[in-house]
């Protein structure tokens, strides 16, 4: 994940869990308002479309509200599917979560299917975490 330069503090009336919070903390980060804004609109109900620019955090802005809710409300099982088109989007996706989940310390297991995956890797399931 690329640096993100600071921005300017932003309050919300949604705030993060405090490990979510500490990990923007710990790199000097603030999360920025479309990354807020995608997470209103989740906790609202609304459907949301986020259009910005490279390296501005659009996946960390798209998943917020997923990671938010797995900190808050650990669960088994699928939490999220998010279907691309594109091999290479999938795995950059899955590159750019990997290391934030993990340094968040959320029980999250990020994985990509495609139509290259093997049954076994298809049918594995991992029962005490959740799968993004």
Not at 47 to 62: E, H, M, P, Q, Y
Request: glycine letters at 8%.
């Amino acid at each position: 994940m690329k640096d993100m330069p600071a921005t300017r503090a932003f309050s919300s009336p949604f705030p993060l869990p405090a490990r979510i919070e500490r990990w923007f903390d710990e790199r000097g980060w603030q999360v920025r308002p479309h990354q807020f804004d995608m997470l209103e609109a989740d906790r609202a109900g609304r459907d949301a479309l986020l259009i910005s620019s490279t390296g501005s955090g659009k996946t960390l802005a798209g998943f917020l509200p997923t990671l938010a809710d797995l900190a808050d409300h650990p669960s088994e099982g699928l939490h999220t599917l998010y279907i691309t088109p594109l091999k290479a989007l999938t795995n950059d996706i899955e590159r750019n979560l990997g290391a934030p989940i993990a340094e968040m310390g959320l029980p999250i297991v990020v994985e990509s299917r495609t139509g290259d995956t093997s049954g076994a890797i298809t049918s594995l399931r991992r029962a005490s975490s959740s799968a993004l």
